[in-house]
Structures are given as C-alpha cells and as structure tokens.
Nanobody, 129 residues
Framework: QVQLVESGGRLVQPGGSLTLSCATS????????IGWFRQVPGKEREGVSC????????MYADSVKGRFSVSGDNAQKRVYLQMNSLKPEDTAVYYC??????????????????????WGQGTQVTVSS
C-alpha cells in the first residue's frame, strides 16, 4: 500500500528556513519520481519541485528556484524539501506525491498535478512575522 506522510511544517519568520520531510512506504523510491506541491485556500494546487532519487535529477518551479532544494534518501525512504529565504507568499499547505509510472523522471512527469496519483495529507507552512 502506497503511503506518503509529510512533516515539518510550522510558523517561520520571513527570511527563515525550514525543512519538510516526506516519509514514503509501499514503493521503491528509485523507480518513482516524487513531487512537492502547495496549495492555499481558493487557489489551485501548484507544483513546487520534483525529484528522481535514482539519478538525482530534479525540477523546480520558477517561484522557488534558488531558494528551495529537494533531496531524497531511498535507504531512509524519505524525500526532503529544504526551503530557504522564505517569503509570506510561500505560506501554504505543502504536499508530497508520487505517480504510477516507474522509471519516468521529472523531466517527463513534470509538476502538473494530473500526473500524480498518490498524495500525502499535507503539512502547513506559515511564513509571517
């Protein structure tokens, strides 16, 4: 059974840093890309980042490039999203997700929500002074 559980969200001041964790089970991280997404009330869920753990390739939305960094550890079955220089507009519920396409990397899966099948429950990140 595929499961993803996010953690690490909290209140942080603008300019601060935070690391989110996505604990996975039921599948091999080496074969499935993992995406990070975020959503604020009243808006569509948007893609933030994607990682293919096996070949360490990744992808970022323009809004977070240079500030966020994604990494993964198949031995620990975890994917991390390191967020630096946080801004109030980064406030959202953050989700990790995976798909059902083994071997397809982020360059093909992309950051669109339609390609992702399994989702975690989300973790709230609030950036505010």
């Amino acid at each position: 059974q595929v499961q993803l559980v996010e953690s690490g969200g909290r209140l942080v001041q603008p300019g601060g840093s935070l690391t989110l964790s996505c604990a996975t089970s039921g599948f091999d991280l080496d074969f499935y890309a993992i995406g990070w997404f975020r959503q604020v009330p009243g808006k569509e869920r948007e893609g933030v980042s994607c990682i293919s753990v096996r070949d360490s390739t990744n992808m970022y939305a323009d809004s977070v490039k240079g500030r966020f960094s994604v990494s993964g550890d198949n031995a620990q079955k975890r994917v991390y999203l390191q967020m630096n220089s946080l801004k109030p507009e980064d406030t959202a519920v953050y989700y990790c997700a995976t798909n059902t396409y083994p071997g397809l990397g982020c360059s093909i899966i992309g950051l669109g929500t339609a390609r992702y099948t399994y989702w975690g429950q989300g973790t709230q990140v609030t950036v505010s002074s």
